[in-house]
C-alpha cells in the first residue's frame, strides 16, 4: 500500500480518535442520559471539551479535500514520492493541530493548520504539474 493511501487512512483513524475525548467529557459532565439523548437545546462546550470538539469539526472539514486528492493522486497514477510527502505533512500537521488546539495554544494552532494546507497543497501540485 502506497504511503498516500496510509496516510489517509491513518487521517480518517485521527478523524474518528478525535470525537472520544471530548464526548467522554460530555459524558462525565453531563450524564450519559443527556449525551445518548436527541441533543436538542445541547448547550455549547467550553474549555477543553470545546476546543477538542472544535478540533475534530476542524479535521472533518479538512479530511474531505485531502481525501479527494489522495484518491485523485492514487486513480490517475500520478502518485509518488511527492504526493507521499504532502500526505505525511498533512497528517503529522493534524496531529498537532488537534492536540495544541485542544490544549489551547492559538498561534501554534494556526501555523498547524497551515501544516495541513501546506500539505494539500504539495498533492494538488503534484496533480496539476
Known amino acids: 500500500m ?13 478523524c474518528v480518535l478525535l470525537a472520544l475525548p471530548y464526548t467522554m467529557g460530555f459524558i462525565f459532565t453531563r450524564g450519559l442520559f443527556t449525551v445518548v439523548g436527541n441533543r436538542e437545546d445541547f448547550p455549547a462546550s467550553h474549555g477543553w ?11 472533518v472539514e479538512n479530511l474531505v479535500p485531502f481525501a479527494a486528492l489522495i484518491l485523485a493522486a492514487q486513480a490517475s497514477g500520478q502518485a509518488d514520492a511527492w504526493t507521499a510527502l504532502g500526505a505525511q505533512v498533512f497528517f503529522y500537521s ?6 495544541v488546539y485542544t490544549i489551547g495554544v492559538p498561534w501554534l494552532r494556526t501555523l498547524a493548520w497551515f501544516g ?4 494539500m497543497a504539495m498533492v494538488l501540485f503534484a496533480l496539476v504539474s
Open 2 to 14: 502506497s504511503v498516500d493511501l496510509q496516510m489517509l487512512i491513518a487521517s480518517a483513524t485521527l
Open 49 to 59: 471539551m470545546g476546543r477538542s470538539h472544535r478540533a475534530h469539526l476542524n479535521m
Open 94 to 99: 493534524r496531529v498537532v493541530h488537534a492536540v
Open 116 to 119: 495541513g494546507v501546506i500539505g
